[in-house]
């Protein structure tokens, strides 16, 4: 099939089976890498109210998506020999002497499989907030469920990542958010990715510029939900917050996951590495370094979804085809399973495999 004639059917394919969905709540962005080239389609309103429409340059709320930048780290600090992944976590962080915590390594904190679940984790979520001290004084003392052991099992945790982000800050003595940008962001090219300390009423501390690109979030059901720039999170420390990427910006970090382009050689290592499955949950899922491995009518995606109540974010990647997807909305719940179960094997077909 031409080039020509592809880009018409990715057209059709994501405003068939994702714009469809937007429904005057918000707004969505989608960007498709295929055949080398990347297509960026956007939807709706990042603001209803003030009638500003979603662009390639809109700035949205990443949520968990956020976990593949740490991840990357972990990856790369793994390749140049900084840690081993079977490090236990209290080398870096001695505070750590809780019996069950002291065990956790930085490989299983990456790939879900610590165990470790805290408040922070499930409904109910908690009202109140955690301290540094608090935080690690609630993992010395936490115990699991009978039979739990580190790595024996896969319970997907964020109180993990956060304490992933302590190692890292921890072992090379430098903010979450300069690591990142240092070791990632910069290499890549990607120059509108933020990951913004929070300020008073829990706002993302941003330029005006770019707080002025800053989509306002809204509830499935089309509430207002914070102003543009909110952050959300249980966690009062510095580097806790949310991150923030444009679709453009996030687009070069699906390419570079698909593609052999990257210049540093470690760095494309490292992005190739978080894809790998380390651990198998059933015959059709298995978790990576925070992505997750979806095996299903035999295509493989490699995929991580995100999201808050009032954002949804979600990258899929099909590493043997070299085509994936990024959705960004502007809306809590937006049905982003449509990528992984519908969009990314009706890409498969189109390209004939």
């Given at each position: 099939m031409a080039d020509r004639a592809v880009d018409e059917q990715i057209k059709r394919i994501v405003t068939t089976e994702l714009a469809s969905k937007v429904h005057d709540r918000g707004g969505l962005a989608v960007a498709v890498h295929a055949a080398g080239q990347t297509q960026?389609?956007?939807?709706?309103?990042?603001?209803?109210?003030?009638?500003?429409?979603?662009?390639?340059?809109?700035?949205?709320?990443?949520?968990?998506?956020?976990?593949?930048?740490?991840?990357t780290l972990v990856s790369l600090g793994s390749i140049r020999g900084d840690f081993s992944l079977d490090d236990p976590a209290s080398?870096?962080?001695?505070?750590?002497?809780?019996?069950?915590?002291?065990?956790?390594?930085?490989?299983?904190?990456?790939?879900?499989?610590?165990?470790?679940?805290?408040?922070?984790?499930?409904?109910?979520?908690?009202?109140?907030?955690?301290?540094?001290?608090?935080?690690?004084?609630?993992?010395?003392?936490w115990t699991p469920k009978a039979g739990e052991e580190p790595g024996k099992q896969r319970v997907y945790t964020h109180a993990g990542y956060v304490l992933l982000q302590l190692v890292l800050e921890r072992r090379y003595g430098r903010p979450i958010g300069e690591l990142i940008s240092r070791y990632v962001l910069k290499p890549l090219g990607m120059k509108e990715t933020?990951?913004?300390?929070?300020?008073?009423?829990?706002?993302?501390q941003?330029?005006?510029?770019?707080?002025?690109?800053?989509?306002?979030?809204?509830?499935?059901?089309?509430?207002?939900?914070?102003?543009?720039?909110?952050?959300?999170?249980?966690?009062?420390?510095?580097?806790?917050?949310?991150?923030?990427?444009?679709?453009?910006?996030?687009?070069?970090?699906?390419?570079?996951?698909?593609?052999?382009?990257?210049?540093?050689?470690?760095?494309r290592q490292a992005l190739k590495m978080t894809q790998q499955e380390m651990f198998r949950v059933d015959t059709g899922f298995g978790q990576a370094i925070a992505w997750e491995n979806v095996h299903r009518n035999g295509i493989e995606v490699v995929d991580k979804p995100g999201g808050l109540n009032n954002a949804t974010a979600y990258i899929g990647l099909m590493p043997r085809q070299r085509m994936g997807v990024v959705l960004l909305a502007n809306r809590g719940e937006f049905p982003y399973e449509i990528?992984?179960?519908?969009?990314?094997?009706?890409?498969?077909?189109?390209?004939?495999?």
């Open positions: 960026i389609f956007t939807y709706g309103f990042a603001d209803q109210a003030a009638r500003r429409r979603i662009t390639s340059d809109t700035l949205f709320n990443l949520a968990s998506v956020r976990k593949l930048f740490e991840a080398k870096y962080l001695p505070e750590l002497s809780g019996d069950y915590v002291k065990r956790v390594t930085i490989g299983q904190l990456a790939t879900h499989t610590s165990g470790l679940l805290l408040p922070t984790d499930h409904p109910p979520w908690p009202t109140d907030s955690y301290s540094l001290s608090r935080f690690l004084e609630s993992l010395n003392s933020f990951l913004p300390e929070r300020g008073l009423g829990d706002q993302a941003l330029a005006p510029k770019y707080l002025a690109r800053v989509v306002q979030g809204y509830d499935d059901d089309g509430s207002i939900i914070g102003p543009p720039g909110h952050q959300q999170g249980y966690y009062t420390f510095p580097g806790t917050g949310q991150m923030f990427s444009s679709p453009k910006d996030l687009a070069i970090f699906l390419a570079a996951s698909l593609d052999n382009h990257v210049v540093d050689p470690q760095l990528a992984r179960y519908r969009v990314l094997p009706e890409l498969a077909r189109l390209r004939g495999q």
